[in-house]
């Protein structure tokens, strides 16, 4: 059988399939010659990750296809229900990139809190001529330790952040309207474990409490956070958002960074993919990546060997 993993996959996934009977192809076919290719090369699972999208007219055009994975958590670019429906199997890695989102958060947090991301602008620029200058900009940084981090949606990605702020000496609250309380375990180098209960309260205690403020919730037909939202939180708070675009109105975002309510945030995602909003790339208060949460190697090592694993137990 044959595999297209049309925005790439890792070589232990390729590997692994390779070694199980597949033929695995990589090449990246243009969205308008997607079904054509499929059915001209007779493709049977087809992979994805956010660049390609999977609809209604492509599952209808392609009989052969058995199933289609995504390799990730979210799958908003494929008609999940549509192709259950016509009895494809649709599978993602909802896993294997938690701790690597976890920890981009963090990076953000980290720089954000020390002006990182102004200051690895300014030093290359300044750095010889306004050093005492640069410093005193700077001098008035933060620590996350001791302080409260927010987590709006506590799923897999939500509890692996939790985790590393609870490492970092955070104390966690949580919301999420499914799970009204979550067991974390923390494990480290040399075999020790402790086990952190918590339980999720409402969204507008979470906001009100937090310093810092991290979302890990799926695209929904509303902002999750908007001007009603800024305007419960603390004064100065920091937010992140490594989930969706479209989950935060960015509007609302920059009005409250200018307003003083929100002194600096991080974005990994955006409503305007892959061309955000100019307002949003030039501003000094935001700390910004281009949707690389789940871009580690290692993250993708761990998707590519569990799309294999189960695109293996469901053909054999």
């Given at each position: 059988m044959k595999v297209?993993?049309?925005?790439?996959?890792?070589?232990?996934?390729?590997?692994?399939?390779?070694?199980a009977g597949y033929q695995v192809s990589t090449t990246t076919v243009a969205q308008e010659q997607l079904i054509n290719y499929i059915n001209e090369n007779d493709i049977s699972v087809l992979l994805v990750r956010s660049a390609t999208t999977v609809r209604k007219d492509l599952i209808d055009a392609c009989p052969n296809l058995k199933i289609i994975g995504r390799g990730g958590?979210?799958?908003?670019?494929?008609?999940?229900?549509y192709a259950r429906e016509k009895g494809l199997h649709v599978?993602?890695?909802?896993?294997?990139?938690?701790?690597?989102?976890?920890?981009l958060v963090f990076g953000h947090l980290y720089g954000l809190a020390r002006f990182l991301h102004n200051s690895n602008r300014d030093m290359p620029l300044e750095g010889d001529s306004n050093f005492k200058g640069l410093k005193k900009a700077y001098a008035k940084g933060?620590?996350?330790?001791?302080?409260?981090?927010?987590?709006?949606g506590f799923g897999r990605i939500g509890q692996a952040t939790?985790?590393?702020?609870?490492?970092?000496?955070?104390?966690?609250?949580?919301?999420?309207p499914f799970l009204e309380e979550a067991n974390l375990e923390l494990e480290f180098f040399d075999g020790q474990t402790v086990n952190f209960d918590i339980k999720t309260i409402s969204k507008e205690d979470v906001?009100?409490?937090?310093?810092?403020?991290?979302?890990?919730?799926?695209?929904?037909?509303?902002?999750?956070?908007?001007?009603?939202?800024?305007?419960?939180?603390?004064?100065?708070a920091i937010l992140v958002n490594a989930a969706r675009g479209g989950v935060v109105?960015?509007?609302a975002l920059v009005n409250a960074i200018e307003s003083g309510k929100i002194s600096r945030a991080a974005l990994d995602v955006f409503e305007k993919e892959p061309k955000p909003e100019m307002q949003l790339l030039m501003n000094s208060a935001l700390s910004l990546t281009p949707h690389t949460g789940a871009a580690t190697n290692?993250?993708?090592?761990r998707i590519g060997t569990e799309l294999a694993t189960q695109i293996i137990s469901i053909l054999g």
């Open positions: 297209l993993a049309n925005d790439g996959v890792s070589q232990s996934g390729i590997d692994a399939l390779e070694k958590v979210g799958m908003d670019n494929i008609d999940v229900d599978i993602n890695t909802p896993a294997a990139s938690s701790h690597s989102v976890a920890e933060t620590e996350l330790k001791g302080k409260t981090l927010g987590v709006l939790a985790k590393v702020a609870l490492g970092a000496g955070m104390k966690v609250v949580a919301f999420d906001l009100k409490q937090a310093d810092f403020i991290t979302l890990h919730v799926p695209a929904q037909k509303d902002y999750v956070i908007d001007e009603a939202e800024f305007n419960m939180m603390k004064d100065g109105n960015e509007v290692e993250a993708q090592d």
